[in-house]
């Protein structure tokens, strides 16, 4: 027999999903089965595979051993840096300022020192995270940014913050700003570009095109040129739509790529100009909810802000400023 308290992390989750992710070696036609024949109990009392769990509910389980035994919990994250740039933080989330060239998740390439691990290793740290008292969540990105890129990544503490934030995500309630230099003048200084977006898995690159197809996704990108300098822009990108390499392969598809990006531009026009990765900083976040937040409605009309972009100091000295007109 085994007893498990829910604890505040894990209330709202169904049944089912909960077992799944607190005991993995428990095969899925085994928990149904002990959940039909009443040998997973709640409460001391009947329950069904979609209830949705409460904090402090008491799950009993009379299941063989062998199915319970819980995978050992994997401290990897200890061995990542401690190194992190706070923009804010509360009892609910964070915002960080990511380094170019953190990668925020594990690849096939790098498994340990990520932003995500990074994140854990610092609630850890503070006593806010602890696996063994958790019984499946963990802190989690609510956003993601390029390996190359910079800027404002947010992390959730709680279960219930990482579910308001992904819900606001989705439905724009965030609106996220980048800053970045292009190749070449632009003669529209502020406009919405629209196009398609198709991913090639085995390339790791996308493509744009006019025209809609199966696999495609729909983009929308919104600039406003702030200032020019010799053959080079500077421009405030908003993300109306949020997909990979988005702001990359949009201005490439248009003949603008960014600064230093040997993906989506060539290696050819990038020499001399000293830059050595993508000029790219997810540098604004602003939290603009028209639907309920819970706990997070004091964010609401909040903005938040990166001052220290990395390749603006250079780019400033001799740049004209330009007055775009309103967003397009």
Request: aromatic letters at 10%; a positive charge; hydrophobic letters at 35%.
């Amino acid at each position: 027999m085994k007893t498990v308290t829910v604890g505040a992390n894990d209330a709202g989750q169904r049944l089912d999903k909960f077992l799944q992710k607190t005991f993995r070696e428990l095969p899925s036609p085994v928990m149904y089965r002990h959940i039909r024949q009443k040998d997973i109990k709640r409460n001391g009392k009947r329950c069904h595979i979609d209830d949705r769990l409460q904090a402090g509910d008491v799950l009993t389980l009379y299941v063989k051993d062998e199915f319970l035994g819980e995978s050992q919990p994997l401290y990897d994250f200890l061995s990542a840096s401690r190194r992190l740039s706070i923009v804010y933080e509360d009892e609910h989330f964070m915002l960080l300022n990511k380094e170019a060239g953190l990668l925020v998740h594990p690849d096939e390439r790098e498994y340990r020192d990520t932003l995500i691990a990074r994140v854990q290793r610092y609630l850890y740290d503070r006593g806010e995270y602890n696996p063994a008292r958790e019984n499946s969540f963990t802190p989690a990105l609510v956003n993601r940014i390029d390996r190359n890129t910079c800027g404002i990544v947010i992390a959730a503490k709680t279960a219930s913050a990482l579910r308001i934030l992904n819900d606001k995500l989705k439905n724009r309630e965030l609106h996220k700003y980048y800053l970045c230099l292009v190749h070449g003048i632009l003669s529209e200084k502020s406009a919405t570009l629209e196009g398609f977006l198709e991913k090639n898995e085995k390339q790791n690159r996308v493509y744009i095109t006019g025209k809609k197809s199966e696999s495609s996704r729909t983009i929308a990108t919104r600039y406003r040129v702030l200032g020019e300098k010799g053959n080079q822009s500077l421009l405030e990108i908003e993300l109306l739509t949020g997909r990979t390499h988005q702001i990359r392969a949009h201005l490439a598809s248009i003949g603008h790529p960014l600064l230093g990006d040997g993906k989506y531009g060539t290696n050819a026009i990038n020499r001399g100009t000293g830059f050595r990765r993508q000029a790219l900083c997810s540098y604004r976040l602003v939290f603009d909810f028209t639907t309920p937040a819970g706990e997070l409605e004091y964010l609401n009309g909040r903005e938040f802000q990166i001052d220290d972009v990395w390749f603006l100091p250079d780019f400033k000295q001799g740049m004209v400023p330009v007055q775009a007109s309103d967003w397009s």
